[in-house]
């Protein structure tokens, strides 16, 4: 029984121990991919804003289409 729980602690040491080194790999890898993680929430932060922007800018061309077409129409209908 000793000899049994004996190994079965040495397997779990060394399921461990590989965990743990995957774990370092992971933060590694984690760790050069930042800078281009960043750059992603800056690209999604600048899109955000044009989006912004675009919004706007529909809106505003919408309200100028709209008073295009009434100073189209005759001066009679617009009364």
Do not use: C, F
Not at 24 to 53: F, H, M
Not at 68 to 79: E, G, N, T
Request: aromatic letters at 6%; proline letters at 3%.
């Amino acid at each position: 029984m000793n000899m049994s729980t004996a190994q079965r602690y040495t397997d779990m040491k060394q399921v461990a121990s590989t965990i743990s080194g995957r774990l370092y790999e992971l933060g590694e890898k984690y760790e050069s991919l930042r800078p281009y993680l960043q750059q992603v929430d800056e690209i999604e932060a600048a899109s955000k804003r044009l989006e912004s922007v675009v919004d706007t800018l529909e809106n505003y061309i919408t309200s100028l289409e709209d008073k295009l077409r009434v100073l189209q129409q005759p001066i009679s209908q617009r009364m």
